[in-house]
T-cell receptor, first 114, second 113 residues
Framework: DVKVTQSSRYLVKRTGEKVFLECVQDMDHENMFWYRQDPGLGLRLIYFSYDVKMKEKGDIPEGYSVSREKKERFSLILESASTNQTSMYLC?????????????FGPGTRLTVT | GENVEQHPSTLSVQEGDSAVIKCTYSDSASNYFPWYKQELGKGPQLIIDIRSNVGEKKDQRIAVTLNKTAKHFSLHITETQPEDSAVYFCAASTGTGANNLFFGTGTRLTVIP
């Protein structure tokens, strides 16, 4: 089974702190994604990566950056956390192409910024 | 970009009844339409998907229909059970990016025993 793990289930940070959210997948997937999930807004794509060291902006990249130094690991960085970044963050991975549209999600990190 | 709308936002049904969730999409180039189920404390998980060359797909109690002309697709759950209670998301993809998915806003389904 594909497994996507996220470093923390719950995280509380202060405004202005630098925050790192880590995601690891164990199925050699090329694509990885970071979403935030908010009530009534569904899942919104922050960044995605289709290869090591490659990254592309999603729909809401402002205030975030990402890093993918190894194929299995995709990190989301909040350079200076703000209260409006309090949310559930979901990481996902998928195969590159063909039947690989299915995205496999981690359990999520609930981040609270105070 | 693609815009996916999902209705209703909440749905309550009696155990054994059917549940229907509807989604519309805006981009006629979308060719892949998955449905995800998210249980409490977990990430979304794919339950069924359909591609644009198919009008209907069924997997036991779950079925999805697609109307390309009207640009809408629906999830049908028959003989609902309490374990069907969850949040359901529809999504659409044109295959661009890394086969990026555009998600609806979710439907919280409650099955009343």
């Amino acid at each position: 089974d594909v497994k996507v793990t996220q470093s923390s289930r719950y995280l509380v940070k202060r405004t202005g702190e630098k925050v790192f959210l880590e995601c690891v997948q164990d199925m050699d997937h090329e694509n990885m994604f970071w979403y935030r999930q908010d009530p009534g807004l569904g899942l919104r794509l922050i960044y995605f990566s289709y290869d090591v060291k490659m990254k592309e902006k999603g729909d809401i990249p402002e205030g975030y950056s990402v890093s993918r130094e190894k194929k299995e690991r995709f990190s989301l960085i909040l350079e200076s956390a703000s209260t409006n970044q309090t949310s559930m963050y979901l990481c996902a991975s998928s195969l590159e192409s063909g039947s690989g549209y299915e995205q496999y999600f981690g359990p999520g990190t609930r981040l609270t910024v105070t | 970009g693609e815009n996916v709308e999902q209705h209703p936002s909440t749905l309550s049904v009696q155990e054994g009844d059917s549940a229907v969730i509807k989604c519309t999409y805006s981009d006629s180039a979308s060719n892949y339409f998955p449905w995800y189920k998210q249980e409490l404390g977990k990430g979304p998980q794919l339950i069924i998907d359909i591609r644009s060359n198919v009008g209907e797909k069924k997997d036991q109690r779950i079925a999805v229909t697609l109307n390309k002309t009207a640009k809408h697709f629906s999830l049908h759950i028959t003989e609902t059970q309490p374990e069907d209670s969850a949040v359901y998301f529809c999504a659409a993809s044109t295959g661009t990016g890394a086969n990026n998915l555009f998600f609806g806003t979710g439907t919280r389904l409650t099955v009343i025993p």
